[in-house]
């Protein structure tokens, strides 16, 4: 880790001030369109399963239940896709019309609801897979604990930090 990643919130603030805004707004839409293109990697595979899924011999004697976990796998990979594709997209539309800022700040929360309908996918298909092959009860189990620990790395663990962070600089 650089020391200036580990520096306090002073530091921080006093090397982005010296950074030309818009060199940091540059450098922000650069870090956030890198970041998607690994969350859509990940969106794009899911997607592939799912769709093939429903074209199986397997698929047509599933239960009512069954079919509808995958749809909701389905519309929520359909909503990472849609939030996490958003802003390369804008950022083509909108491209020199100077308006960087607005991009990078609708981007980063289209990224958030983009990777959260991910997990959601994700805590999904898993329980489907669980369901058909060991029925319901370990399906339960299995769900929970994919939901805490997405929700422990993706969402508890960066806030903590944070917190940390705030704290040490804090003091």
């Given at each position: ?22 060199t940091r707004l540059s450098r922000n839409m650069t870090d956030l369109l890198s970041e ?136």
């Amino acid at each position: 880790m650089k020391s200036e990643d580990r520096a306090p919130s002073a530091k921080r603030r006093s090397a982005a001030d010296a950074e030309p805004h818009y060199t940091r707004l540059s450098r922000n839409m650069t870090d956030l369109l890198s970041e998607l293109r690994v969350a859509q990697a990940s969106v794009q595979i899911l997607f592939g399963f799912l769709l093939a899924v429903a074209f199986t011999e397997r698929f047509r004697e599933a239960s009512t239940f069954e079919k509808s976990l995958h749809l909701i796998a389905v519309l929520l990979t359909a909503l990472s896709t849609a939030c996490l594709v958003g802003p390369v997209v804008w950022h083509r539309m909108l491209f020199g019309e100077g308006l960087r800022r607005e991009v990078v700040t609708a981007g980063n929360r289209a990224a958030l609801i983009g990777t959260t309908a991910l997990f959601g996918a994700i805590a999904v298909v898993i329980a489907l897979i669980v369901k058909v092959t060991f029925g319901p009860v370990p399906t339960a189990i299995v769900a929970l604990g994919i939901v805490a620990m997405f929700i422990s790395m993706w969402f508890v663990l960066p806030l903590r930090i944070r917190a940390v962070a705030r704290k040490r600089d804090a003091n």
